[in-house]
């Protein structure tokens, strides 16, 4: 965990200060940037391990920025905002954001979430040694029984969670709704097949393996990597 880097993209400089201070005493490399386009560029130059990312900076939105580095590079980003309705923050996770910190903060608190987010992560990605199955944005920690999407933890339901196992280890291999049925819910189960195809549904939308798990007309359903 240690020698991690940071980068601070924060244009109020005596709160960059703290946090390079704060994070700087806890052993990471803290580099900071004071615009979201100096940010951009940093996270260019030297891919940080987390960003921690202010809201409103002075020539791109923080938002923007969140976006920008999403789409560039797996990094987890923290949004600072002095903002704290729910629908910001909800626009914030949207745009990516793993996580949302209001100020003004308690600078242990950031640690910890900083902390907490990079162990996420490292598990999603299988750095810490832990068998995952991979499959684009989703990661698969089969022994914690979780899945992670960009890094970020989906909540799936216990059958949810079997069928979407079951179709990644099975690729381009044709499901009948009755075989999933059988194999998932087991044969005395009381539903019908429009069970299945309800979880189906849940888990491409939580997945977003909307266009990967295909309907098979008049059959069922297969992956498609
Ligand atoms: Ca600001």
Known sequence: ?????????EDEKPIADILKYGFEKEGFQVQCAYTGGEGFAAAGKE????????????DISGVDVCRMLTEQYRVPIVMLTAR?????????????????????????EVVARVRTIL??????QGTDGGAGLVCGSLTVAER????????VLISLTPKEYELLICFLKHPRQ??????????????DFAGDTRT????????RKK??????????FGVGYKYVP
């Open 1 to 9: 965990m240690e020698d991690r880097k940071i980068l601070v993209i």
């Open 47 to 58: 891919p940080p391990d987390i960003v921690l990312l202010d809201w409103m900076l002075p």
């Open 84 to 108: 704290g309705n729910v629908e910001d923050k909800l626009y914030g996770l949207e745009s990516g954001a793993d996580d949302y910190i209001t100020k003004p903060f308690d600078l242990r």
């Open 119 to 124: 162990r996420r992560f490292d598990r999603a």
């Open 144 to 151: 914690e029984h979780s899945v992670y999407r960009d890094g």
């Open 174 to 187: 044709v499901f009948t709704r009755t075989a999933l049925l059988d194999q998932i819910w087991g044969y």
């Open 196 to 203: 299945v195809d309800i979880h189906v549904q849940r888990v």
């Open 207 to 216: 997945t977003g393996l909307e266009e990967k798990l295909v309907t098979v």
